[in-house]
């Protein structure tokens, strides 16, 4: 870069922010690791914000903050807004249109700088539609938290000078300075923070990845350097060996400890401190300091390119991989992949970074800052906001059309396997997928009341008249898509339905396969059981997997039920659906319904004879069912039947399908069980 550098320009925290970015991609690419680069990222954005407001205070300049705000995200608005938008192209043209509504969210989010929020909110929702795939805007919950902090920081700069001022009128506080203050205020958001992350990444890591307030002391700790760095003046041969241990414990952190399922708690100190240690190193003079290398001309020219480095990196991979089907990059690839983020980088930074950012004209007045700001978001969000209306529209045209068109399962009966499915749109459409879940909302109370605080997701239905039958549904996710038959039936025949579910939690008996908290549901809900003694449980009696054996019975069934029909509590267990490796309804999206890739072979899904065979005659009570055939037919397990999508992932039922199961569950749930 050929503009003239300020007087305070640190030739080696600019390298420094070079060596993170390629940390952040090489990880990403090659890895597909956290290196905790990011984290050094925020530390170094929240130490060059302290060191230009520190000055300004200690100058006696006014802090200006509006006007601070409107050239800061001028600066970082434009860059980002063309990012979105490619990865907006990228999306069209690449990935299935199951994910377009997921990718547009996230463009707002991006754009409003909530990014982090709404991955949070996402990280800990089990029934997000698709884990596996990665959003190409991820990488934005970052840039979400600074953008945050860049609000929040001037704010606490510009309270802490107020209160100086008030403080000072007290004469035993007269001698008080600004840089100590500030010290206070950040020490105190560092350990108020840290103490909460620590504590949240013990609980619950996923969500605290993306929580900002678990991340601010990490902002506090680059404050509190760049206050103290003026009174930390080690010697030259220190501050060499302090900066090569930093860069090795930087280099290493994402090597030697799996940063992605313990950050941001106290290991998150690894990068930060490591990065600290280089920045107190600083110009040490010496050929031999870190300084050297970091202060380089192509360290420089990377860090010059850094925000839009790791701007396009992530999106560059994700689509590349969605566009090969490559799952993991190898040597030649990545390095492609990382050739195109820096040509694109260096494109962003000198067609549109570095022309916005000297524009002369919005510099006059804070309005036509705030001019250009708004245009850039109006940019994105015109296109956005159409892209999402039409899926609005078609997705109504899709929910309009006559039931006859979709008949789901209802093609698989007998007497409509051999007749075509109309021509018709596939349902659910791609907006309302991800929502396409059977439930009960309402929770226990009255006589279904449960004072066991592990059972607090306990759900009921009631009938309107007195209920003739009452009926626990316990399990997991592949129980709770029953619901979508099941509560029908129930409503229709005037039965009662309690359900006791936890993801990912099959019912059984103990088992060293399950997890200590699953265990724990497990055994809560059969205590449930055995309290309240319902006329039946329904449960999920076999487990599918991905690979073979594609087909078991569940850990310690037996066992689980027999306490059941020792009660003399009827038992329902129904055999689970198949599970695949690749998300179905995209590949029907990506590839058309009917192609080999989206209709395995039934062998490769379920076993036969079923596991449900070993358990019958052995417990009194104990009714199975089957509907498989109704999901698997003809040798195949479909992506789509009767102009229905059959699953919502890679392993569960939409909730579309299911109801159009409804007729042929009855039935055969009758004639298990007996009843009437």
Known sequence: MNRKRKPTFRPEVQGLRALAVLMVVAYHVWLGRVSGGVDIFLLISAFLLTLSFVRKAESGHPFKLMAHWLHL???????????ILGVLAGTWLILPQGRWPQVLDQAWASLLYRQNWLLADNAVDYYAQDHAGASPLQHFWSLSIQGQVFILWPLIFAATAALLNRLRRVPRLQGLTYRGLLGA???????????YSIDQTAGNQAYAYFDTRARLWEFALGSLLALALPYVKPGRVVRVALGWAGLAAMVSCGLVLTVDRSFPGYVALWPTLAAAAIIIAGQTGSRFGVDRLLSSRP???LGDNSYALYLWHWPVLV????????????????LGIVAASIVLAVLTTRFVEKPLRDWHWPKLRAWRTAVVIVACGALLAGPVAVWQTSLTAEE???????????????????????TPAPRARTIPGPTALDNDWAGIDSPCTGANATGDPILEGCRQELPEEPSTRRIVVLGDSHAQQYLAALAPVAAARGWELVTLLMPACRFGAESETRNAECNAYNKASSAYVLEHRPDAVFTVATLTHEDAPFETEVPGYLDGVKPFADAGIEIVGIRDNPRFT???????QRNGAGAAACNPSLAESLVEPS?????????????LMDMSDF????GVCPAVVGNVYVYKDDNHLTRTYVETMIPMFEQRLLAATGWS
């Open 396 to 418: 109504s045209a899709t929910a309009a059309q006559p039931r006859e068109l979709t008949p789901g399962a209802l093609a698989l009966t007998p007497e409509n396997e051999s």
């Open 73 to 83: 995200f001028k600066r970082l608005l434009p860059a980002a807004v063309v990012v």
């Open 631 to 634: 999901i698997c037919a003809r």
């Open 582 to 588: 690749f998300n179905m309804p995209q590949c029907a």
């Open 319 to 334: 689509l590349a991989l969605a566009a090969t089907g490559v799952e993991s990059p190898n040597l030649k690839q990545g």
């Open 611 to 623: 596991p449900l065979e070993n358990y019958r005659g052995k417990l009194p009570g104990l009714h």
């Open 185 to 195: 205020v950040f020490g105190t958001v560092l350990a108020v923070s840290l103490a």
């Open 299 to 301: 360290a420089v020219a």
